[in-house]
Nanobody, 125 residues
């Protein structure tokens, strides 16, 4: 059973940066496409970024393109989300997710097999 544990959330002022990390265990990391989703209060969970098994292919949600960077480290079995130029609308609980089926992952949360517990990101104006 794959387990995911997020860390790195917190409170930051608008324009600031945070780096989220997701540690994986219990599976073969190289066989997992990874993604970050987020859920703001009263809203549905939404796709943020994903990275393929190899790490060579990444996709971003339009509103974070150019500000966020997803990366993975096969030696540490971790996937990170570097978030720069943060905005109040980025405030949400951020979740790490793993897809054991698709090489490139998916934008759809229903396609992901494993989820972390989430980490809160709050951006003040």
């Amino acid at each position: 059973q794959v387990q995911l544990v997020e860390s790195g959330g917190g409170l930051v002022q608008a324009g600031g940066s945070l780096r989220l990390s997701c540690a994986t265990s219990g599976g073969t990391f190289s066989r997992l496409a990874m993604a970050w989703f987020r859920q703001a209060p009263g809203k549905e969970r939404e796709f943020v970024a994903r990275i393929s098994r190899s790490g060579n292919t990444v996709y971003y949600e339009d509103s974070v393109e150019g500000r966020f960077t997803i990366s993975r480290d096969g030696a540490k079995d971790t996937v990170d989300l570097q978030m720069n130029s943060l905005k109040p609308e980025d405030t949400a609980v951020y979740y790490c997710a793993a897809d054991g089926t698709r090489v490139y992952g998916s934008h759809d949360s229903y396609d992901y097999d494993y989820w972390g517990q989430g980490t809160q990101v709050t951006v003040s104006s």
